[in-house]
């Protein structure tokens, strides 16, 4: 298979600015089309799925046309190619992640991934008297499975309270810890609040012998350097929409060392070494982990997509999204009657901008911006917990990606301005 490069690369740190952004717009074909009588389409929906560029969707496209076959199990020219094309994907998407390709698990996505961990982490022992910390700013996706580990096993639940500005409260940590919990997981950037998690602080607290600390990264990836094995957790979960791949497949990453503790989630094909009619044995991480029939061409579109990303270089991309965030901050915080839940600042923030506008329900925010063009999400985002902790219900979130543009985040600060006359309730 071809590797198909991007259309535009970077010139080693350069600030990337207006003009090149205007040219990498050019790579993702839907930024071109017009919604709602014919306006042209403002995209800030980022944090559901970022649109993918052309180079995946060619990527993709090729593969499914030439080499598209099961993997690990022919003996023929199109198993081999899949196969080779497969791995070869697992090591390109583990090295743009700080990990070994023995290191990476391919799940679903974020939430196949916290869910294979659950599971797994149940199977090596986990029962009365053991403790399970998450937080309050949890995605579903994050705490649900914990919270059915708990039910399942007879486990505590506790966890991390979130404070007014939308981080997270540290001060029940050092209590938390002192009780030896099992399992700590927590997201690496709030989906709701944008707010980062202070990793180096959670992850070099002494939790104990037993703890396994899981992070959902699913927020971190395609907005920033990640390297896996420089945050300090033993499990980590990440998805490719939301780093500009295909939907429908993800990774569980983890330290051989923890991986190898564990027991398979999911039994079937492909994870075994040895069945007879009474038992089996399994195969070493990460196939102990990847029952069933793997997804060969998500896997192909996400390495093409992290080879867009490098190419562009991750550092660049974040302080761009940090700069368009705080332009944002700025303008929706002179929008009267419209409030942002979380931080203030862009330190240690995404550009993720969640906002109760006073008087008008979110979905109704929603379809007055839709109508202009403008895509954001509106809801409790999966997360009802950190929204009930901040006082609202549910709320219209905007966020960045590296299409973004200065006259999207002025467009939608313009039009949220609008809102609250348009509905009578300035």
């Known amino acids: 298979m071809t590797d198909l490069p991007p259309r535009v690369a970077h010139d080693g740190g350069a600030r990337l600015g207006c003009d090149e952004v205007a040219r990498l717009r050019a790579d993702f074909p839907v930024l071109g089309r017009c919604v709602r009588d014919g306006k042209p389409l403002i995209y800030l929906d980022s944090a559901a799925t970022t649109q993918r560029p052309r180079s995946v969707i060619d990527a993709v496209r090729e593969f499914d046309l030439g080499s598209y076959a099961a993997v690990h199990r022919g003996a023929h020219a199109l198993a081999e190619e899949a196969t080779l094309a497969f791995e070869g994907a697992r090591t390109s998407v583990a090295a743009f992640l700080g990990a070994e390709p023995g290191e990476l698990v391919v799940t679903t996505g974020t939430t ?8 797994a982490i149940e199977s090596a022992g986990v029962g009365v008297g053991d403790l399970i910390v998450v937080t309050e700013a949890e995605h579903h996706s994050n705490l649900v499975p914990w919270q ?5 096993t007879g486990a505590e639940l506790a966890w991390i309270p979130v404070g007014e500005d939308g981080r997270l409260d540290l001060g029940v940590v050092d209590d938390l810890a002192a009780r030896r919990p099992r399992v700590v997981a927590v997201t690496g950037a709030s989906n709701v609040t944008g707010a980062c998690t202070d990793l180096a602080a959670l992850g070099g607290v002494d939790w104990g012998p037993r703890a396994i600390r899981v992070l959902d990264a699913a927020q971190m990836p395609g907005h920033g350097v990640v390297c896996f094995r420089d945050l300090g957790f033993d499990l980590a979960a990440v998805s490719a929409h939301k780093m500009y791949g295909p939907t429908g497949v993800g990774a569980l990453l983890g330290s051989q060392s923890v991986l190898e503790q564990l027991g398979p989630a999911w039994t079937g094909g492909s994870m075994v070494e040895m069945v007879t009619m009474t038992q089996a044995t399994f195969q070493p991480p990460p196939q102990r982990f990847e029952a069933g029939t793997q997804p060969v061409s998500q896997m192909v579109g996400w390495a093409a997509a992290v080879r867009y990303l490098t190419a562009i270089g991750m550092d660049r991309i974040a302080a761009r999204e940090a700069e368009l965030t705080a332009r944002l901050l700025e303008g929706v915080g002179g ?19 969640s906002l109760d506008v006073s008087g008008v329900h979110p979905h109704d925010v929603g379809q007055f911006l839709d109508s202009l063009g403008i895509a954001v999400r509106v809801g409790h985002h999966c997360a009802q917990p950190v929204h009930r902790a ?4 549910a709320s219209t979130r905007v966020s960045l990606g590296l299409y973004s543009t200065k ?4 467009a939608v600060v313009k039009a949220l301005a ?4 348009f509905f009578g309730v300035a």
């Open 148 to 152: 059915r580990l708990a039910s399942r």
């Open 407 to 410: 006259a999207e985040v002025d």
């Open 335 to 353: 929008v009267a009657g419209v409030r942002v839940l979380g931080p203030l600042d862009t330190r240690d923030r995404s550009g993720v901008v």
């Open 390 to 393: 901040l006082g609202v219900h």
């Open 112 to 119: 196949g991934a916290i869910n294979t961990a659950a599971f």
């Open 418 to 421: 609008q809102v609250r006359p």
